[in-house]
């Protein structure tokens, strides 16, 4: 029944334009950025250097396709989770605006059966548009620019073997995938309470600022605080290309996303469960 009903969700989204929507983003907005970072390469290599130009003779340039996937990811890491809010915000609350739950709610399927089918299609959507982001870039990027040794910061200047890359970036795609399943989750829920699709992308986005500025702001008592917050673990992908990778950190961000994804999961069929498909 559940396979199913999974399958139902698949065939629906396909028909909804808003499932191609994150995937259209990124394959148009990477190209130009990748390709802007190919026009700038010079400009960009003196100030990663910086003052080192002054003191040594650097023979070759850094600038490939393996920097400009860590450029790109580095600053489009934080503003995903709006593109992972697209599919879930609707999932729910559409089908409470336009009244079908009135119709199959009460059949055979119980309803915990359908949130499950949905719950579980939101998270294989967050994935493949996860990984899609990391491998589309990747491969654009070392098509436009090739590879190379990747030179990155961390405790000073940091150069990582090319031999050693792939599995840097493959590291940095499973670490931060945790923190956008839970994102992912978070606006699930927030569909389960609402009746239209863009207030759960608002509260999604608005509950990730919060939590982004605790993160950032150094007070005392949000230092505290943010290591039990999901959203301070955003930029956790940038322990994959640290030597050496620091395991603790990557343990701490699945422990902490687990956590909140379960407490949202526990709110959604809580909620769902009690609500009254007549209203």
């Known amino acids: 029944m559940l396979i199913n009903?999974?399958?139902?969700?698949?065939?629906?989204?396909?028909?909804?334009?808003?499932?191609?929507?994150?995937?259209?983003?990124?394959?148009?907005?990477i190209p130009i950025i990748i390709i802007a970072i190919n026009k700038g390469a010079y400009s960009l290599q003196s100030r990663i250097y910086g003052q080192l130009e002054d003191s040594?003779?650097?023979?070759?340039?850094?600038?490939?396709?393996?920097?400009?996937?860590?450029?790109?990811?580095?600053i489009l890491i934080s503003n995903m989770p709006f593109l992972y809010t697209i599919i879930p915000s609707e999932i729910i609350s559409g089908e409470y605006q336009k009244g079908t739950f009135r119709i199959y709610l009460t059949r055979p399927p119980s309803r915990n059966l359908v949130l499950s089918s949905k719950l579980l299609y939101v998270i294989l959507?967050?994935?493949?548009?996860?990984?899609?982001?990391?491998?589309?870039?990747?491969?654009?990027?070392?098509?436009?620019?090739?590879?190379?040794?990747?030179?990155?910061?961390?405790?000073?200047?940091?150069?990582?073997?090319?031999?050693?890359?792939?599995?840097?970036?493959?590291?940095?795609?499973?670490?931060?995938?945790?923190?956008?399943?839970?994102?992912?989750?978070?606006?699930f829920m927030f569909s389960s309470l609402s009746r239209n699709a863009v207030a759960p992308i608002i509260l999604t986005i608005s509950t990730i600022f919060i939590g982004s500025a605790i993160s950032i702001i150094p007070i005392d008592l949000f230092e505290v605080i943010n290591p039990y917050l999901f959203t301070g673990y955003i930029n956790t992908f940038l322990v994959a290309f640290y030597d050496p990778?620091?395991?603790?950190?990557?343990?701490?961000?699945?422990?902490?996303?687990?956590?909140?994804?379960?407490?949202?999961?526990?709110?959604?069929?809580?909620?769902?469960?009690?609500?009254?498909?007549?209203?």
């Open 5 to 29: 009903l999974i399958k139902n969700e698949l065939v629906k989204a396909f028909y909804k334009k808003r499932t191609f929507i994150s995937i259209l983003l990124i394959t148009f907005l």
């Open 56 to 74: 040594f003779i650097f023979i070759g340039s850094i600038i490939n396709g393996y920097l400009a996937t860590y450029i790109v990811i580095t």
């Open 125 to 187: 959507s967050t994935i493949l548009i996860h990984f899609f982001f990391f491998i589309y870039t990747l491969i654009f990027a070392l098509i436009i620019l090739g590879p190379g040794d990747l030179a990155v910061y961390h405790k000073g200047l940091l150069f990582l073997g090319e031999g050693d890359v792939v599995f840097r970036f493959i590291a940095s795609a499973l670490i931060s995938l945790p923190v956008m399943i839970t994102v992912s989750i978070l606006c």
């Open 245 to 279: 990778i620091p395991f603790q950190e990557v343990l701490n961000t699945i422990f902490v996303t687990f956590i909140w994804s379960i407490i949202f999961i526990i709110i959604t069929y809580y909620t769902f469960n009690k609500r009254d498909i007549t209203e």
